[in-house]
C-alpha cells in the first residue's frame, strides 16, 4: 500500500473540524471514555520521574493512532473497538517495526528537550516556584504576583518550541507507518513535507481550534462575573475535555484528507 499527497485547499482546515464534530456525535460516550482512560495514564506517567517520562514519550504516538483508529473503526460501525489496545503493534513487522521507531525516536526527542530546557533553567525554575508558594500562602497581601524571569521564559521557549518542532514531524507518521506501511524515517519526513505542503489549511485548522478554546474561556469569565461562578468550573472542565476529544477525533481526518492511499 502507497500513498498519495492531496491537492488540499485551505477551506479543508475547517471541515476536518466539522467532520470531527460530526463523527463525536455519533458515539460521544466511545469518545470521551477513550480519551479520559488516555489522559489519566499520560497525567500518572507525569508523576513517576524519569521513568514515567521515558513511558510518557513511548507512549504519546502509540495514543495518537489508537485514537484515530477509534475513529476509523466507528465511522465503518465496527464493534471491535473494545480490543484496539493491542491493534497498533498487531500487524507485520515492518509495520511494528516502524512504530516501535517512532516511538523511540520521539522518546529521544522529549528528552533532549526536556534536557535542554532544565539546563537553561537553571535555578529559576525553583525559585518561581518559591516565590508562587509565598504569594498563596500570603494570599490576602496586596503584593503582586510573581513574574517569570527572563531565564525562566527562555527555558520554556526551548522546551516548547523544541516540542513543537517534534509534533510536525511525528503529526502524520504514526498513521503513515500503520495505513502507509511507511519506515519511521521516511514517515516522520513525509509527515514533515505534508504539514509544509497543506500549510494553509493547518493554519486555518488551529486558528479554528484556537477559536473554539477561546470561546469557551470567555463564556467561563462571563458566567463567574456575572455571579454565576458555581456553574463556570464544571461547565468549563466539561467543554474542554470534550473539545480536547474532538480534536483528538479530528487527526484522523487530518489525515485522510492530506493523503489518498493506494490499495
Do not use: K
Request: contains cysteine; charged residues 10%.
Amino acid at each position: 500500500m502507497g500513498v498519495r499527497l492531496r491537492d488540499v485547499p485551505a477551506a479543508a482546515g475547517g471541515l476536518w473540524i466539522r467532520q470531527a464534530f460530526a463523527t463525536f456525535r455519533r458515539r460521544p460516550g466511545l469518545f470521551l471514555s477513550a480519551f479520559a482512560g488516555m489522559f489519566m495514564v499520560l497525567v500518572l506517567l507525569t508523576l513517576m520521574g524519569l521513568f514515567g517520562l521515558i513511558v510518557f514519550g513511548l507512549a504519546v504516538p502509540v495514543g495518537s493512532l489508537l485514537f484515530m483508529m477509534i475513529t476509523a473503526w466507528s465511522l465503518a460501525d465496527l464493534p471491535e473497538h473494545r480490543r484496539l489496545a493491542a491493534t497498533p503493534f498487531a500487524s507485520t513487522t515492518v509495520r511494528r517495526r516502524g512504530l516501535v521507531g517512532l516511538c523511540a525516536l520521539y522518546c529521544t526527542g522529549l528528552l533532549v528537550m526536556s534536557v535542554l530546557a532544565t539546563w537553561s533553567a537553571g535555578d529559576s525554575m525553583e525559585a518561581y516556584l518559591t516565590e508562587m508558594r509565598a504569594y498563596y500562602a500570603n494570599a490576602a497581601s496586596t503584593a503582586e504576583m510573581p513574574e517569570p524571569s527572563g531565564q525562566l521564559i527562555g527555558a520554556l521557549c526551548v522546551l516548547y518550541g523544541g516540542l513543537s518542532l517534534l509534533s510536525v514531524s511525528m503529526w502524520h507518521a504514526a498513521a503513515l507507518v500503520h495505513w502507509g506501511g511507511q519506515g519511521a524515517a521516511h514517515a516522520l519526513f513525509s509527515s514533515a513535507l505534508a504539514l509544509w505542503r497543506t500549510r494553509r489549511a493547518f493554519i486555518v485548522y488551529l486558528l479554528g481550534w484556537v477559536t473554539l478554546w477561546m470561546a469557551v474561556m470567555l463564556v467561563a469569565n462571563v458566567l463567574a462575573l456575572i455571579g454565576l461562578g458555581v456553574l463556570a468550573l464544571p461547565l468549563f472542565f466539561t467543554a474542554m475535555m470534550t473539545l480536547a476529544t474532538v480534536f483528538y477525533v479530528s487527526l484522523y481526518f487530518t489525515f485522510t484528507g492530506t493523503f489518498e492511499l493506494d490499495d
